[in-house]
């Protein structure tokens, strides 16, 4: 199975990259290449071999959530810089 140049074109345009004839020719190439391999290894007969999605046998040790008192808000903020209210006030990341 290969990709047609207006398939590339399509991922191209959904990508928002401007490919020019060129790019498009060489990445159809490369994508063609790729679909082929993938091809291969589904051919590939893999049922007697077990899933490995996880290696090794571990499971993850978790406490259990306990409530405790926290932090009164006014001592929290005692040494903020700058603070609205009970709220940290931090200078503007996102314009």
Same mark, same amino acid.
């Given at each position: 199975?290969?990709?047609?140049?207006?398939?590339?074109?399509?991922?191209?345009?959904?990508?928002?990259?401007?490919?020019? =004839?060129?790019?498009? &020719? %060489?990445? &159809?190439? &490369?994508?063609?290449?790729?679909?082929?391999?993938?091809?291969k290894l589904n051919q590939?007969?893999?049922?007697?071999?077990?899933?490995?999605?996880?290696?090794? =046998?571990?499971? %993850?040790?978790?406490? =259990? =959530?306990?409530?405790?008192e926290s932090l009164e808000?006014?001592?929290?903020?005692? %040494?903020?810089?700058?603070?609205? &209210?009970?709220?940290?006030?931090v200078q503007s990341i996102?314009?």
């Amino acid at each position: 199975m290969s990709i047609t140049e207006s398939e590339v074109a399509k991922i191209a345009e959904l990508s928002r990259v401007e490919l020019n =004839d060129k790019e498009i &020719q %060489n990445f &159809q190439d &490369q994508l063609s290449s790729i679909i082929e391999y993938v091809d291969k290894l589904n051919q590939l007969e893999t049922s007697h071999i077990a899933p490995t999605s996880h290696i090794l =046998d571990i499971t %993850n040790v978790l406490r =259990d =959530d306990v409530m405790k008192e926290s932090l009164e808000c006014g001592r929290a903020l005692q %040494n903020a810089p700058d603070r609205t &209210q009970q709220f940290y006030r931090v200078q503007s990341i996102i314009a």
